[in-house]
């Protein structure tokens, strides 16, 4: 007797995105450091610096979080909780420049635009990994449903 073929669960795509999202965004900082100290000396040097260290850890803490939050959750559940982490780390980001908005050791702007610069090259870098590992995004049929004109699916209606 045969048996009937195995589906595989769709591979977890957090280690992929990690991996793609990592090294684009650390090649982001050296790049904004020097900007930084062309334009604004010391204090931008590092407001950039901070800002770079800053969004990198939320990013990967982010990444943690999830990694323990889903596993062979459904489609439609893992991008929620994506979405949700996602929107958790942008508002504790606001949170830590709104906190850093008045420190007079540190330029804001060198801040503000290195951490962003290295937000967006994060979020892309994840679709990218993300978009790599194929994970279907939608939940799968169940089988043996009846449709609407009463027929199984997968299967036809006897006329009889």
């Given at each position: ?5 195995t589906?595989?669960a769709?591979?977890n ?15 982001v ?16 040097a590092?407001g ?6 800053v ?7 982010g990444m943690?979080?999830m990694?323990?939050?889903?596993g ?9 909780t994506?979405?949700?982490v996602?929107?958790g780390q ?5 949170v ?7 420190a007079?050791?540190l330029?804001?702007m ?9 937000a ?18 939608y939940?799968e049929?169940a089988t ?9 699916a ?6 009889a």
């Amino acid at each position: 007797m045969s048996q009937p073929p195995t589906v595989s669960a769709a591979p977890n795509p957090l280690g992929a995105m990690t991996r793609t999202a990592f090294i684009p965004t650390l090649l982001v900082g050296p790049p904004a450091l020097v900007v930084a100290v062309a334009t604004g000396g010391s204090r931008a040097a590092l407001g950039s610096l901070l800002g770079y260290a800053v969004t990198i850890g939320f990013f990967l803490l982010g990444m943690l979080v999830m990694m323990r939050m889903t596993g062979d959750t459904p489609p439609l559940l893992f991008m929620a909780t994506a979405l949700a982490v996602f929107f958790g780390q942008l508002i504790f980001l606001l949170v830590v420049i709104l906190v850093l908005q008045d420190a007079s050791w540190l330029d804001g702007m060198a801040f503000g635009l290195t951490a962003l610069a290295v937000a967006l090259v994060w979020q892309v870098s994840q679709i990218v990994g993300y978009l790599r590992t194929r994970r279907p995004v939608y939940d799968e049929p169940a089988t043996g449903v009846i449709s609407a004109s009463g027929a199984e699916a997968g299967g036809s209606r006897d006329p009889a």
